[in-house]
Each structure stands twice: as C-alpha cells, then as structure tokens.
C-alpha cells in the first residue's frame, strides 16, 4: 500500500467512526479496527498487519486478546479511544512524515 492509500483509508475510518453507534447501519465498526478495514474497507488481513496495524498500534490504549482498546466499538470509550487514534495515525501521515 501506498502512504497516500494508507491515509486515504484512515481518513474514511474517521469519517465512519465519529458516526454514532446504530445496530442497523454501523456493524463495521461494531469490533475492533482490524474488523472494520476487513469488512468495511475490504483489506485483505496481510495489508492490515503489515501497513495499517502498526500504526494504529503505538496508540492503543488496552491490549487483551481480542482488542488493541477497550472493548469494542459498541461502547462510547472504545470509540472514543479508536477514533482518537485513527486521528493521531492521519496526523502521523499527514504532518510528521512529509
């Protein structure tokens, strides 16, 4: 993936995250970021580990067994703490890596 691919698919991330939580249109980000790029945005789980998931990862908050944050995306915390880091990951590609 490109940088400007990998910033693309974060900035639709954030646009998809700071929507509110419905049962009926957002099962996407329902789970975990790793969920939402597979199932939303249809990257394959290579493209995830190798370009997307290391960047999101130095932001995470909790990491357990199945989230890199708290819980899941249902919860106001975990996409609070979600939406933060896609922000700090566009401001990494965006600002701090001209």
Do not use: H
Not at 16 to 27: A, H, T
């Amino acid at each position: 993936m490109t940088k400007q691919e990998i910033l693309t698919a974060f900035q639709q991330a954030e646009k998809d995250w700071k929507r509110p939580f419905s049962n009926y249109d957002n099962f996407d980000t329902a789970f975990g970021l790793c969920n939402y790029f597979a199932i939303n945005q249809r990257y394959s789980q290579d493209n995830i580990e190798k370009y997307l998931r290391p960047l999101w990862k130095k932001y995470a908050t909790k990491a357990s067994f199945m989230y890199d944050f708290y819980l899941s995306g249902t919860l106001p915390q975990g996409r609070e703490e979600r939406l933060t880091a896609i922000r700090m990951v566009i401001d990494d590609l965006t600002y701090n890596n001209k």
